[in-house]
């Protein structure tokens, strides 16, 4: 009996012994599945447009989510247990049955991300987006080789660059730029030109303001890809007209480290066999340009600040060679002295701020690297400064002991010294400086 039961059980299964589950070929329906780049894991969906590719920077996170749709109307989220077995990401070799899911490429190229629906009827739904993952090129420029400083003004100038990186489905568009003023440079007219092919001018095309001008140049690429968009740009090369005749010179470039606006007064002395033959001030980072010297010699070049004491001075060796104008290298004034602090007088006031003075004469006090410590609790003394000195008050039983750690802006650090300071009933005495161990 019991043989019969299941059997009929199973007729009933096959045969489809209710009408309900009857299924007509008319009643099926259309069902699709869309993607969305959001924000984040829950983010709403309003206002986003589906995707049909994905764009994205490498190691760059974003959030996908699969949205299944009957007939063009989303199937929420708590009833497509009506339309599907399962539903998957198929991401790296991992199944995913998240419908948002985080993404990330570390490597530029192409690839495939798909998503998979198991229908009721067994059927599967297979919906890919193809993922670019943007390589950020980078430009090399190649010619005129960089300082070269023998074009005349009848030779006409060859500018020559390479890519690298650049994605195959990228489309692109390139600008040259051209200015004597480097820092103005990206802010000048570009002259559009092909990417891939080398671009050429007449020397005497451009607007030379004197004899040997010097140029700087480089070249701006622009990427497109879809709605996507990059801009890439070179470094800044330069190159500077010959002289003319058998004249020769040198372009010597001076810079501070750590350099703030105070006032300065460097000198730059040109040697030829331990004798001065040429002697230049500035008063900031500058290129000095020394021309009618004598070419084929050698040259000692010493630069020296006369106000700022605290920068050492620079030098350096170079060769004149005949039509030529010569780069020496970079001449830097560098602060390697640390502050010091000393106290204005040896007693103050108690009505009176006590007051030091900050011995710093290079690339000057970094009052927000500075601070003066009470030694007794560890705080920190609020202090005012003005005019390289730092005035503080304090009010101690009958002594304490303070320290005043500085620094400059070239970040050397004054030596760890400490000072005690002697409470009477009118007065306050500072006495010191100590070092560490000497107040134990």
């Known amino acids: 009996m019991r043989k019969v039961i299941i059997i009929f059980f199973l007729f009933c299964l096959l045969s489809a012994c209710s009408?309900?589950?009857?299924?007509?070929?008319?009643?099926?329906?259309?069902?699709?599945?869309?993607?969305?780049?959001?924000?984040?894991?829950?983010?709403?969906?309003?206002?986003?447009?589906?995707?049909?590719?994905?764009?994205?920077?490498?190691?760059?996170?974003?959030?996908?989510?699969?949205?299944?749709?009957?007939?063009?109307?989303?199937?929420?989220?708590?009833?497509?247990?009506?339309?599907?077995?399962v539903r998957y990401w198929a991401y790296k070799g991992f199944m995913l049955n998240e419908e948002s899911i985080r993404v990330l490429w570390n490597e530029p190229g192409r690839d495939t991300l798909c998503h998979y629906s198991i229908d009721l009827l067994g059927d599967t739904l297979k919906t890919c987006l193809s993922v670019f993952i943007n390589s950020t090129p980078s430009i090399s420029l190649l010619s005129p080789e960089n300082a070269l400083n023998t074009i005349k003004p009848t030779d006409s100038i060859l500018f020559r660059w390479e890519f690298s990186e650049l994605d195959s489905w990228e489309t692109s568009e390139c600008e040259i730029y051209l200015n004597q003023n480097k820092k103005d440079l990206w802010l000048t007219k570009p002259r559009q030109i092909d990417c891939n092919k080398p671009f050429k001018i007449a020397a005497n095309d451009l607007n030379n303001s004197s004899d040997y001008p010097l140029y700087f140049w480089g070249v701006k690429l622009r990427t497109f890809f879809q709605e996507n968009s990059e801009n890439i740009f070179s470094a800044i090369n330069s190159f500077r007209f010959a002289l003319p005749d058998s004249s020769a010179a040198f372009v010597v470039p001076i810079r501070y480290e750590a350099s703030r606006n105070y006032t300065k007064n460097g000198e730059l002395h040109v040697l030829l066999k331990d004798s001065i033959v040429s002697r230049h001030v500035f008063h900031s980072d500058t290129s000095i340009f020394i021309s009618n010297l004598n070419a084929n010699k050698n040259y000692k070049f010493i630069v020296q600040e006369t106000l700022r004491t605290d920068y050492e001075k620079d030098s350096t060796l170079a060769f004149l060679e005949k039509n030529l104008i010569t780069a020496t290298d970079t001449l830097i004034l560098k602060d390697y002295t640390p502050p010091e602090a000393m106290p204005l007088k040896e007693s103050f006031s108690k009505n009176d701020s006590i007051r030091f003075l900050a011995l710093e004469n290079g690339s000057g006090f970094n009052a927000l690297r500075s601070a003066i410590i009470l030694e007794n609790s560890k705080d920190t003394i609020p202090y005012k400064f003005k005019n390289n000195q730092f005035a503080f008050a304090l009010d101690c039983e009958s002594s304490c002991t303070i320290a005043i750690h500085l620094e400059d802006n070239a970040k050397n650090k004054s030596p760890q010294k400490f000072w005690k300071l002697q409470f009477t009933e009118k007065n306050i005495f500072v006495l010191g400086p100590y070092f560490a161990g000497d107040l134990e």
């Not at 699969?66 to 929420?76: D, F, L, R, T």
Request: charge should be negative; hydrophobic fraction near 40%; proline fraction near 6%.
């Open 19 to 85: 009408e309900d589950v009857l299924l007509n070929t008319s009643d099926t329906k259309k069902i699709t599945n869309e993607f969305f780049l959001i924000p984040k894991e829950n983010s709403s969906l309003a206002g986003r447009k589906p995707l049909d590719s994905l764009f994205i920077q490498p190691a760059e996170t974003l959030f996908i989510r699969a949205v299944a749709k009957v007939q063009e109307e989303i199937i929420p989220a708590n009833e497509l247990g009506k339309h599907f077995f």
